[in-house]
């Protein structure tokens, strides 16, 4: 059984960091892009970052560019997200994801999702 599990979220301070973590398990991930989505309340899932099987494709939504850094460990199967100088309107649930190749901003091209984290930036 394929498993995206997320860790890392909590609560923070405008202008404080947190790192978020995505281990993948139950598959050969060999090929496949890893990124993150995330969803406000009332707001659909939107794209945030996401990082090729080779790292040389990396990919981020306008509103986490020069913020957010994301890679990945292709030996651990681990995906990492920096997030730095956090504003309230950061405040979602990230969600882990899989794309059986490259990477995708449709929510609808991803395969895999994980069960999601809370991040809370308070002002």
């Known amino acids: 059984q394929v498993q995206l599990v997320e860790s890392g979220g909590g609560s923070v301070q405008a202008g404080g960091s947190l790192r978020l973590s995505c281990a993948a398990s139950?598959?050969?991930?060999?090929?496949?892009?890893l990124g993150w989505f995330r969803q406000a309340p009332g707001q659909e899932r939107r794209f945030v970052a996401g990082?090729?099987?080779?790292?040389?494709?990396?990919h981020y939504a306008d509103s986490v560019k020069g913020r957010f850094t994301v890679s990945r460990d292709n030996g651990n199967d681990t995906i990492l997200l920096q997030m730095d100088s956090l504003k309230p309107e950061d405040t979602a649930v990230y969600y882990c994801?899989?794309?059986?190749?490259?990477?995708?901003?449709?929510?609808?091209?991803?395969?895999?999702w994980g069960q999601g984290t809370q991040v809370t930036v308070s002002s």
């Open positions: 994801v899989a794309w059986s190749f490259g990477v995708d901003t449709q929510s609808s091209r991803v395969e895999y």
């Open positions: 139950g598959r050969d991930f060999v090929g496949y892009g």
């Open positions: 990082i090729s099987w080779s790292t040389k494709f990396v």
